[in-house]
């Protein structure tokens, strides 16, 4: 009597939970200094896209490996279908998601060294302008560039995560042009999804009609309150 090649069913159920667990103790590892809640939901997709792929591999390799020694040509079909068909696919799905979720860091942004200016400027404690000011003081928790280009680049609509993989393309190729602009004059209207509904923002008398203001297109925030980032000359 020959012994099966194969694991036990028993090894296939403990196998996933054991990769899970290496990669979210890898993942939640203490670094010593204050850490912002956790995404957790980011952090298991996170973990189990990378459970798929060791998966997908050790079945690909399991069935390259043995498929000369005594495994039946239709159970190595199936492994062999599985690993190149099936683990590939949540792998795409939730490396996507995560992928969308970590694009709204800073980190992101600044990543593209042709918008290090803006970040330098919004993190800079000194400066007066509007995106630093709301860094500093932290009126916007966390994905501070995100919160106020949600219509932009690869956050917005279709059409402008197009936009935006076009972004990513210059950025990596080095074709984009200085000094940086926007494709089209900015949205106030954004700002009023946190400003507007602020008991603050409703007090102070010079905001008196400046929502409607806003809506029609007839006011800008940057008005009053100064430019939002380093004026065009100082972008080169």
Known sequence: MTRSLLPSPGAWRVAPLLVLA???????AATGTYQPPKDYAKDWAWDIALAFT?????????TLIFRRHRLAALQSRWLLFLGVCVAP????VLSSAVGLEEAKAVSFCK???????????MENPVSVRLAALHYQNRYIQDYHCYACHTDYGLFGTVEAKIGGLGH????????????VRMKEQYRFTICLNC???SQKFIAQ??????????LNGEATCTQCH???HPPRQERG
């Open 111 to 121: 990543s593209c060294h042709v918008m290090n200016t803006f970040v330098a400027d």
């Open 226 to 228: 100064g430019l939002s």
């Open 54 to 62: 060791v998966a997908s591999i050790g079945l690909i390799l399991y």
């Open 205 to 214: 008398k010079a905001h008196a009609g400046i929502v409607e203001r806003i």
């Open 89 to 92: 696919f949540p792998v795409m």
């Open 168 to 179: 990513v393309w210059r950025a990596t190729a080095g074709t984009y042009s200085l000094p």
């Open 22 to 28: 290496a990669s979210s103790l890898l993942a939640h």
């Open 195 to 197: 400003h507007g509904q």
